[in-house]
């Protein structure tokens, strides 16, 4: 009679303690989904970052300077032209206009280009 009491009560304890790793294996996945989470939106954005770093290298290679204060290059729908400034100091890519009128490159930003 005493030895079941004390099996009993050894089997409750080890329930407990069984019970009390398994909760805190639960809390240590959470945080490791957690992590992957956050380590796969690090990787998407690294990843978006990869692309527009390679688009813009892809970009800057096919440009041709023209000392007047333009870039020009063959786009998909022909020739393209750029102004300088805004493209090296800003960063920016802005079409230079006006170039069938007056025959001279204008930029929104900068005027004339020569
Ligand atoms: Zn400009």
């Given amino acids: 009679m005493i030895i079941d009491l004390a ?3 050894k089997d409750a304890q080890l329930a407990m303690k069984i019970s009390s790793e398994v909760a805190s ?3 240590r996945l959470i945080d490791v989904q957690q992590q992957a989470l956050e380590l796969q939106t690090d990787n ?3 990843k978006a970052k990869i692309q527009a770093f ?3 290298t892809e970009f ?3 440009l041709e300077f023209d000392p007047v204060g333009i870039y020009t290059r063959q786009g998909p729908r022909g020739l393209e032209m750029y102004c300088s400034a805004c493209l090296d ?3 920016k890519r802005m ?3 006006g170039t069938r009128g007056s025959g001279t490159p204008h ?3 900068h005027g004339y280009r020569q």
């Fill in 7 to 9: 099996k009993n009560a």
């Fill in 25 to 27: 294996i639960q809390e």
């Fill in 44 to 46: 998407q954005d690294l």
């Fill in 54 to 56: 390679n688009d813009d």
């Fill in 60 to 62: 800057r290679d096919s």
């Fill in 89 to 91: 100091r800003d960063n």
């Fill in 95 to 97: 079409r230079v206009t």
């Fill in 107 to 109: 930029c929104q930003v």
